[in-house]
Each structure stands twice: as C-alpha cells, then as structure tokens.
C-alpha cells in the first residue's frame, strides 16, 4: 500500500491530506493560532470539584474550564502530586526519579473529594480537544510520545504494541526497553520500534527524559496555571505517529514547513527524508493531486460507491447513523448474494468515511438485510479488518437481530465538516435570479454595442440551450431580425455548462469580447 502525504499551507491554516493507494482516507485542518493540542501539559489548578460527576473542572489558564475524571486521575495521581509540589517548592532538585520514593496507589472506586482539594496544582494533559460547547478533556496520567516509545513516569509497566505479530520480536524488544528504561519511568513500546536497535531506542529515550527534565525546571517557583509542554505541530506529529515504510511520498507547498518538516524527518527516520518534496507549482497542491474533487465526493450527506450503491451518514446529538442502500443497479436474480456485495463494499467505504470524517462516539449502521447468518458473521468479519487500520480505539459489535450494527469510535476532536456546497452563480446566494425575460433584452443590448463599435465584426454567441433554442426558432427568428439589421449573420453556439442567464461573444479570432462593464 502506497501512502503520500499532502500538506496546504495557507493564510491562517495548515490543510493535510493523507492518500492510501490514491484514495482519500483523512483530512485534517490546523489553524495557525490553535492554542489547545492532545498532549499538551498544563500545571492546572482545581477549580471546582463535582462529587455528584465525581470529576473536576481544571483552570489550565484558557477562556474553557477543562474536565477531570476520577477514572483519569491514574493510579499514580499522589506520586505526581507529590513530584510537583516539591518541585514547585524546590525540594526536589532531580528531575529524573530514580531516587524518588512512589506513594501508594489510588484505588479505582474512590471520589474525587478524597483525593483532590479545590485550587490544588496538579500536572494534567489533554487527551481530547474542545468539541462544541465542552471545553477540552484532562488525564493526569502523563505520557511523554516518540516515534518508537512513549515514556510514562511514576510507572513500572513495559508494554509492547499489539501489531508488532512477531513474538520474539516483541519479547526482544520488552527485553532491551527493561534494561535501559529509567527508574521509576514505564515504557509502551510502537509499532515502528520493530526491528530498531537497542541505540535508536536509547537515543529517544534520552530525548523524552530531556523533556521531563524541562517540566521539573519549569515548575520551579510556578504557582499559577500554564502550559509546561506544546505537542509538535499536527502535522509533524501526525507524520511521528503514523510514518512507516508504505509511505512514498509527503508533499509540502510551503518552503519554511518544508525546510521545518525535512528537519523533523532527518532526526526521527533519516532514511524517510527523501521522500519529502516542496511543491512550487502554481495550481493548487489539493488540485494537482486530486483532493479537492474527492472532498467534493465523500462528504456531505451522501457517499455514492462505484457499484450505484450509496450510504446516507446523519449526525445527531447522541450518536451518528448511517443507513445502506443498494441504489439501482443490485442485481435481483439472487438478493441475498447481491445484499451481501453491497454490504461489503459498504463496510469498507464506512470505515473509511469514520477515519475521514474522525467520526466518533456511539455509531449504529442499518445494513441492507441478509437472511443467512454465515454471511452476517462474513460482513462482521470483513468490518473488523476495514477497521484495522484505524488508529482510533474503537470496538464493533455483530449485527444484532434487528440488522443494525454498532460501533463505538474514540472522540478525541470535533468531528471534521467540510460545506461541499457552492453559492449559486446565478442567484449568488440570495435565492433569487433576475428576471428571465430579460435576459434576451441584454444579449440583445451587447450585440448592438458591439455592431456599433464595429459594424464588420461577424461576432459568435455562445449561451445556454435553452437560450440557443429560443434564438433559433423559426425561419423568421431571432438571427434573421439580427441579420436584417446589422446585414451579417451571428453565429450561435450551445454550451450545457452554462446557467441559464450566463452567455459570452467572441471575435472572430476566438477571443472572448469582454462586456462584464454592461451587465
């Protein structure tokens, strides 16, 4: 699978497009000024506990109060709490903590009362971005995010990805990370770790400890809400994330990102940063590679497939539902194989609109009916490996008795919207045309301005067929009037990419006669 990353960069925001053999798969947009990133860490104050939530609502030292849930506290919320008052205070003067003694867990049942006080500091991060009228969402669970590990202090847990199928891969890996990790910190191991050695893997881990010995020095005599730590640009941590060796291109169209995103990717895969490319072309980048056309395609209400067969996507408040339908071209001879097609084809477009649009939250799916339950537990099946590469946590439930499938999606931003509608040129926007009766009138005016100017010119019309129709009727119509006073013939030309009131001259030459002024 080939994958190409394309990067706009505009006034006032950063578009980026991720294409999987050609295919759209997620679009995602930064405005300049966003201040509030998953992964940034604040030192919050407690401004309000809510026994009755049993969470609290942060001061992080922005226009929204953020929320803390008790379940997000993490075991360790004493360790940190004690870490940061004494590095607050200057009684911990070693930012690692190999020499520093953890505190008892929390337990899982508890109430946020017990463990937290109104206007204490505590060291929080984001894990979800404002959405809509909520402010944004805290864990005080802290985890520092590389390519190949992230590091997580006051924990003594190493784990390895999932994806990673080898098990002596994994048991390698989980070996060499417990021989070099630091005291006191636990390490999640990534996918892209595999194969790298034990120096690539210490390199980074010294990098993201260099960044705990920042928050340590930061802390030092803070006694206010700030933020300690900015999460790279989206688009950096994006690539961070989610680069592997399927990725054959990223295309940028600004120098200063390009030069910026070239440095990112020497440091983290210098092997990868040839695939990197600044875009100098005149036409749009989104243009060029096809991405404009295919945001057209895939939002909005309707998602049309090849097959005819078309998905209608609503959003509500509590959930989102989307509704399958086999269009008309389904086959009829044998519905239960023709039912069963459309669903597969379906699915795989489903899981990719959830990755598009960053759908989340609960998602139910109306499935065209299939009598056969080997071909349910089929659809199942192939929904589950649509949904592999999704990177979002997410679990899918079998098609209930009803027919309707059921998806929970982690939502940890708004759901992306783009408008696919455009202001129509003949209305612009206010719902309203001009009178159709006179528009012949100004055909009629232009071309006397032009004879006037130039009684020898023999100009072509070119106008909408409906129009052309009208002209041409007749033997005594339109042309032979206009031939009888002007004594030469106007050629007329149809063009169905017309609006109705929309029509252009030429000369004879083919350049178009520029009237706008008399319109």
Known sequence: MDKELIVNKSPGKVEMALLEDGKLMVVQTQTTDEDLLVGDIFLGSIKKLMPSLNAAFVDIGVRKDAFLHYTDLGPQLRSLCRFTDMSRTGKNRNALLGNFKLQPDIIKSGKIDQVLQKKQLVLVQITKEPISTKGPRLTSELTLPGRYVVLSPFNQHVAVSKKIPDAEERKRLKLLIESIRPKNFGVIVRTAA??????????????????????????????????????????????????????????VNDNSMFQNIKGFMKQIAPEKAKIVSNYTSQKPIFDT???????????????????????????????????????????????????????????????????????????????????????????????????????????????????????????????????????????????????????????????????????????????????????????????????????????????????????????????????????
């Not at 400890?209 to 809400?225: S, V, Y």
């Open 289 to 519: 590679f096809g991405i404009n056309r295919q945001i057209k395609a895939s939002f909005g209400k309707t998602s049309t497939m090849n097959s005819g067969a078309y998905l209608v996507i609503e959003h509500t408040e509590a959930m989102t539902v989307i509704d399958v339908n086999s269009g008309p071209k389904m086959q009829r001879n044998d519905q239960e194989a023709a039912a069963l097609a459309v669903n597969l084809e379906s699915a795989k477009e489903i899981a990719r609109q959830l990755r598009l649009r960053d759908i989340g939250g609960l998602i139910i799916i109306d499935f065209i009916d299939m009598r056969k339950q080997e071909n349910k537990s089929t659809l199942y099946k192939e929904m589950k490996k649509f949904m592999d590469n999704d990177r979002a946590q997410h679990t899918i439930l079998p098609l209930s008795k009803f027919g309707l499938m059921q998806i929970t999606r982690q939502r940890t931003k708004p759901v992306v919207k783009i408008d696919t509608s455009e202001q129509c040129p003949t209305c612009k926007g206010t719902g309203k045309a001009e009178a159709s009766i006179l528009i012949t009138d100004r055909i009629e005016n232009d071309l006397e301005r032009i004879m006037d100017s130039n009684p020898k010119s023999k100009p072509v019309l070119e106008v909408h067929p409906f129009i052309y129709s009208y002209f041409t009727k007749g033997i005594l119509g339109k042309r032979f009037q206009w031939y009888k006073k002007y004594y030469t013939w106007i050629k007329l030309k149809e063009n169905s990419d017309f609006y109705l009131d929309q029509y252009t001259f030429y000369n004879k030459n083919g350049d178009e006669i520029r009237l706008t002024h008399m319109k």
């Open 194 to 251: 595999a194969g790298k050695m034990v120096a690539d893997l210490h390199e980074e881990i010294r990098q993201l400890t260099d960044i705990w010995r920042n928050i340590h020095k930061q802390l030092n005599g803070m006694d206010e809400p700030q933020k300690l730590v900015s999460e790279i640009d989206k688009t950096s941590s994006y690539i961070r994330d989610v680069l592997n060796e399927d990725f054959t291109k990223i295309v």
